[in-house]
């Protein structure tokens, strides 16, 4: 193998280790983005969808739906007061 082969060979390698570090340096700048994020939803409908969807799904079952259902809306009103 002639030296250019290698050289080209131990740049293909050390390329992923390049952009895990650049990926690295980043991640406390995404988790204070996504933790102001979540701060400011606080309270907002959007964080009790899931608990509504879930209750409403539930809440279709005959018979025993509305007593399934009372903890998933109960979720759906403390995120949503």
Same mark, same amino acid.
């Given at each position: %193998?002639?030296?250019?082969?290698?050289? !080209?060979?131990?740049?293909?390698?050390? /390329?992923?280790?390049? @952009?895990?570090? !650049?990926?690295?340096?980043? %991640?406390?700048? %995404?988790?204070?983005? +996504? +933790? %102001?994020? +979540?701060?400011?939803?606080? &309270?907002?409908?959007? +964080?009790?969808?899931?608990?509504?969807?879930?209750?409403?799904? $539930?809440?279709?079952? *005959? $018979? $025993? &739906? &509305?007593?399934? /259902?009372? *903890?998933?809306?109960?979720? @759906?009103? $403390?995120?949503?007061?």
């Amino acid at each position: %193998m002639a030296s250019g082969e290698t050289d !080209r060979c131990r740049a293909l390698n050390d /390329a992923p280790a390049a @952009g895990r570090s !650049r990926i690295r340096a980043y %991640m406390p700048l %995404m988790r204070c983005l +996504l +933790l %102001m994020t +979540l701060l400011a939803l606080s &309270g907002c409908s959007i +964080l009790a969808a899931p608990c509504r969807i879930t209750s409403a799904a $539930v809440g279709s079952v *005959p $018979v $025993v &739906g &509305g007593a399934a /259902a009372t *903890p998933t809306n109960a979720c @759906g009103d $403390v995120l949503d007061p």
